[in-house]
């Protein structure tokens, strides 16, 4: 079955780059394709395209009114509580769910990889509630995020799903061992204890997505995206 995986594999990376791109593959048999990448995400494998340095991740994004919502929260907290933040546009709006490290140059291989591999995952659409604010501590930029006093189950589900589909296509990444679901809304100069949000932000999670974050220029590219059921 493995054997008839990878010749699909590579007649796909084949039609999609052609056969003179210079990926490399390590094959053997009762073995799987393997893309290492360490803490700071440089592969050791195939050919990389440059795009910038960037960061790379897998997220739950809100949709358009959540977004809207969220700019606003932040907004509202840091007028409030004098917290002296550049704030975000609503569009970098988002729940991390896997992060595949930083990048000066992304690799192409691993972009392919990931888009094959997600369709693997099931899972059905959800509800995101994220009811307080609060500082995090053990953070060096100590951003402000909306978290939740909820299990969010789901999502934590999800994650898993994630981890696993990567980890069937041969993908290791290095991810935080500790997941705390939130959405960074800007990173204040000053520290806000855990604040309830009189109005929580609410939505469906209805997809999920591979962002590519443009170091400095305050710019998410969604490369690609998947439906949940329902």
């Known amino acids: 079955m493995f054997l008839l995986r990878s010749a699909f594999l590579v007649f796909l990376l084949q039609m999609a780059f052609g056969p003179t791109t210079g990926l490399e593959f390590r094959m053997a048999i009762g073995s799987q394709y393997e893309f290492d990448f360490s803490e700071e995400g440089h592969s050791r494998h ?9 960061n790379l991740f897998l997220a739950i994004v809100p949709d358009r009114e959540a977004a809207r919502r969220s700019a606003g929260i932040a907004a509202d907290l840091n007028r409030r509580h004098a917290l002296l933040g550049r704030l975000r546009p609503q ?3 988002h729940v991390t ?3 595949l490290g ?3 140059v992304v690799p192409e291989e691993l972009l392919f990889a990931i888009s094959a591999a997600m369709p693997a ?8 509630v994220l009811d ?3 500082s995090f501590q053990n953070r060096r930029k100590k951003p402000l995020v909306l978290c939740s006093s909820l299990p969010l189950h789901p999502l934590f589900e ?3 799903c994630l981890i696993d589909a990567m980890r069937a296509a041969g993908i290791k990444s290095r991810g935080e061992k500790k997941f705390t679901p939130h959405m960074t809304l800007f990173y204040p100069r ?3 204890p855990r604040t309830p949000i009189e109005q929580p932000l609410v939505w469906t999670a209805r997809e999920f997505v591979l962002v590519q974050s443009v170091v400095g220029k305050s710019r998410h590219l969604r490369l690609d995206r998947w439906p949940l059921l329902g």
């Open 158 to 160: 999800l994650r898993e």
């Open 121 to 128: 995952v099931t899972a059905t659409a959800f509800e995101i």
């Open 132 to 134: 307080h604010a609060m």
């Open 102 to 104: 930083s990048y000066d």
């Open 91 to 93: 569009a970098m709006m």
């Open 97 to 99: 769910m896997r992060s």
């Open 190 to 192: 000053e520290s806000l």
């Open 46 to 54: 195939g050919k990389c395209a440059p795009r910038g340095h960037s």
